[in-house]
């Protein structure tokens, strides 16, 4: 069966630190895959977007990587601050339909 | 550029009844899509509208839930008549439909409903 599994744990790390979050997918061949940020009472906000054929996206402190042999992306918020912590949430596009699967997110919560 | 806009933002019913929910997309965007998202979980598509015409129902409890999107502009969820289970937010979104195929989507603040 098709499954997307993020941490469901939520994740704890310090001030400074680099945070590493994970998507892992099985029976899926995404086109894409995206990362949103989720904070409590609020739509998800969209971060970044990496196709199939890229290894690696940045923006500013974030970076996303996605291989597809392992069916895994890793998403890596480096010199992180308080403010980070959030939910974050990985979707897989399917190619052609314009149709994303969400996983379950992973809580992160940066300490001061 | 206005967000997506989503009304009411709360609503209690108790179960057996129905309830509406509207979603205006950002002007000029061709995908709306509706999902649901139970506390702890992932947002789950319920149905997906390309213009005014359904790209994607295949999630969407048809014997309950409905959606209209007219002229392609603005749409309503209804869902009618209301389960326990539907407690949940009701997430509507939208996205531009570019030709490169990747599209960001850009979602409202949510519907969060509780059924008694």
């Known amino acids: 069966s098709q499954k997307i599994e993020q941490n469901s744990e939520a994740l704890n790390i310090q001030e400074g630190k680099t945070a590493t979050l994970t998507c892992n997918y099985t029976?899926?061949?995404?086109?894409?895959l995206q990362w949103y940020r989720q904070d409590p009472g609020r739509g998800p906000v969209f971060l970044l977007l990496?196709?199939?054929?890229?290894k690696e996206k940045r923006k500013e402190r974030l970076k996303v990587t996605f291989d597809t042999t392992l069916k895994q992306s890793l998403f890596h918020i480096t010199a992180s601050q308080p403010a980070d912590s959030a939910t974050y949430l990985c979707?897989?596009?399917?190619?052609?339909?314009?149709?994303?699967?969400f996983g379950t997110g992973t809580r992160l919560k940066v300490l001061a | 550029e206005a967000g997506v806009a989503q009304s009411p933002r709360y609503k209690i019913i108790e179960k057996r009844q129905s309830v509406a929910f509207w979603c205006n997309p950002i002007s000029g965007h061709a995908t709306l899509y509706w999902y649901q998202q139970i506390l702890g979980q992932g947002p789950k598509l319920l149905i997906q509208?390309?213009?005014?015409?359904?790209?994607?129902d295949s999630q969407l409890p048809k014997d309950r839930f409905s959606a209209e999107r007219l002229k392609g502009v603005d749409s309503t969820l209804k869902i009618q008549p209301a389960k326990l289970e539907d407690s949940a937010v009701y997430l509507c979104?939208?996205?531009?439909?570019?030709?490169?195929?990747?599209?960001?989507?850009?979602f409202g603040p949510g519907t969060r409903l509780l059924v008694l």
């Open positions: 979104a939208s996205s531009p439909r570019t030709s490169g195929g990747a599209e960001t989507q850009y």
């Open positions: 979707a897989l596009g399917v190619g052609g339909t314009y149709k994303y699967i």
């Open positions: 509208f390309q213009n005014n015409g359904v790209v994607d």
């Open positions: 029976n899926y061949s995404p086109a894409y």
């Open positions: 990496i196709r199939e054929n890229e």
